[in-house]
């Protein structure tokens, strides 16, 4: 226990202490009572400067009053008034419209560059089942029946007529049903991609293989409707929709093949550490790939359905097709250089 002396030696460093530093702590609680009511951005430029240099001071302060056991009541304040300002320099949360732009506007697009070897790979792995169940099937029809399960076939088959299968591609649906069947699709196709993606924690084989099978049912159904002579109808009906939902799949497969990258091949780092720091980048694509599936699901439940016209429907995948390209080649590039 301290005596009377040591308590009144403590009260009398405590005294110097604040005397020679409370100014600088009376001015960062003025601005973080200012930023808590406002925000951060309210505060005009200088004082925007001046607020992680206070609270860096400030933090020295506490460290000092630790470590020469201050008065109790004056560590607290520091400690309090620390945390209170953390909050502001690196805790400033951004209104969610901010955080969504922010998102699409770099993070997203920058990621899929920065792992655009990875997507590459994917993609080829979903272009080679498509040309290997395009040639087996165009070979012999019995192949279709191999990669494409009857209760996806759902009629189309090498049995059907080819006015069925014609009727399927200008076929409308009822107005009020578009809306649930652009749900079902989005659904289907999220869950495809959030396989893909998390495939990639088992080395990535099985990604490899859900992209080759996917291919493979694309394949025979594109070989089915060539030899019924309605091969460029098929891709006008595909398209409009396939193209930004093939390749948020193919982004989903570039996201576990870069898990799986990491767990595999991690590097200097150690496995958990590097699966981390790659997890996070591939979680941005994967979140970027699922807001695709979303926009993919309304233009094949709407659009698909209601516009028949081949070159309308040609247009509109021209028109996605040029528009990811430059929005993943140009997005964000300015504000990284």
Known sequence: MRGPRGTEATGL???QFRREREGAWRELEKLIQHAE???????PAQYVVRLP???RATLSSLSVARAISLDRNLVDYLESLCARAYFCV????????????????????????????????????????????????TRDADWYYV???EAYAQGRDPAATTEDLRGILYGSGRPEALGA???????????????????????????????????????????????????????GWILPHGVTELLAVVLCGGAGLVLAQALVFPG?????????KKGRDAGVIVLGAVAMLFVAGLIEGFF????????????????????????????GRERAA
């Open 268 to 276: 200097r780092h150690t496995r958990l550490r590097n699966l981390a």
């Open 147 to 149: 990669f494409v399960e």
């Open 181 to 235: 069947f652009a749900s079902f699709l989005f659904t289907h196709n999220a869950r495809i991609g959030m396989m893909a993606f998390a495939l990639g924690f088992v080395a990535g084989i099985p990604v490899y293989l859900l992209l080759f099978t996917n291919g493979l049912i694309l394949g025979a159904f594109a070989a089915l409707y060539a030899s019924r002579g309605l091969g460029i109808e098929f891709w």
């Open 37 to 43: 009511k406002t925000g951060v951005r309210s505060l």
């Open 304 to 331: 698909r359905q209601l516009v028949h016209d081949a070159v309308a429907r040609y247009l509109v995948a021209l028109a996605s097709a040029i528009l990811w390209g430059a929005y993943f080649a140009l997005a």
């Open 13 to 15: 460093r405590s005294s």
């Open 53 to 55: 240099l206070l609270y």
């Open 90 to 137: 690196y805790g400033t949360t951004q209104p969610l419209r901010d955080a969504a732009s922010g998102f699409f506007r770099d993070r997203f697009p920058a990621a899929v560059r920065r792992y655009r070897a990875h997507i590459a790979l994917s993609a080829l792995f979903l272009a080679l089942g498509t040309l290997v169940a395009f040639v087996l099937v």
